[in-house]
């Protein structure tokens, strides 16, 4: 099993795929990884030799911005939308959806589990 930036990437899945496991990794960005480092991206993740795992691991740190470094840079992203007290920081600060969905039926997911509503008695 191949580690990539302390990611397990799947042996088995196709290497386009099997980057995909990697946060801030897309499909598109797989396969622009792959022809930077001159490697097929249909070749399984398994068969992937030390030299193509360093070649891969330089074309990211290079070119691309991913895992722990995102996610701090996502964070701060969103913890300055709250400071501001900007209309998409204060969705996110009360946990609704934040770029214009509705609310009135649906946004479970932002919302969290509907709560049951008390009915009127039957006489």
């Given at each position: 099993m191949s580690r990539l930036f302390g990611v397990n990437l799947p042996g088995r899945k196709r290497l386009e795929i099997a980057l995909q496991s990697v946060y801030g990794i897309g499909l598109c960005t797989a396969r622009e990884i792959c022809e930077k480092a001159q490697l097929d991206f249909g070749m399984k993740a398994e068969a992937l030799t030390d030299e193509s795992l360093a070649k891969i691991q330089s074309?990211?740190?290079?070119?691309y911005v991913i895992e722990g470094d995102l996610r701090?840079?996502?964070?701060?992203?969103?913890?300055?939308?709250?400071?501001?007290?900007c209309y998409r920081g204060v969705r996110h600060r009360r946990g609704l959806p934040v770029r214009g969905q509705r609310t009135h039926s649906n946004a479970r997911m932002r919302k969290g589990r509907g709560l049951p509503v008390a009915g009127k008695k039957k006489v």
């Open positions: 074309v990211i740190t290079e070119d701090r840079t996502v964070s701060m992203n969103i913890k300055a939308l709250k400071d501001m007290n």
